[in-house]
């Protein structure tokens, strides 16, 4: 990629999107991986009673709600117009949707979901990501002259 196209803005038009399943009840629109550092953003939509798996955060992450109600874990409650921030080595229990929840969220780097005794089952990252929106052109952001 050329100095100048890496430059270009992006505009994400994320109504033209199809939703990719992630998991049972939950699915995302990827908006931006970025294969020289890692990063990615994407939407996430959690239908009510989806379960995020318990992972960790093998880079630091941010989000914000847009809509919904989420358990983080310990009874920590995440909801709309709320923003968070998580550390590198940041580790959940399952994240459970209270209600249809719908979020931004960004990833400085892979996660990685868990076993019960906290073995790494499988990790989600921005290689990952790339892969997908290569096979699937629907899930992609595109750009706008």
Known sequence: MSEKSA?????????EMDWKPLGP????????????????????????????????????A????????VDVGK???ERTGDYGYEPLGTTHEATIALED???????????????????????LGGDYLLQEQAQNPQLSAKKVA
Do not use: C
């Open 7 to 15: 430059m270009e803005r992006m505009v994400v038009r994320t109504p």
């Open 25 to 60: 009840g939950t699915s995302v629109k990827i908006l931006r991986v970025s294969a020289e550092t890692g990063m990615w953003t994407m939407l996430l939509k959690m239908e009510k009673g989806a379960v995020f798996a318990p992972h960790k955060h093998l880079g630091p």
């Open 62 to 69: 941010e989000y914000f709600m847009l809509e919904g109600l």
């Open 75 to 77: 009874g920590v409650l």
């Open 101 to 123: 929840s719908l979020m931004t969220f960004t990833s400085y780097g892979p996660i990685a979901f868990l076993d019960e005794k906290g073995n790494i089952l499988q990790v």
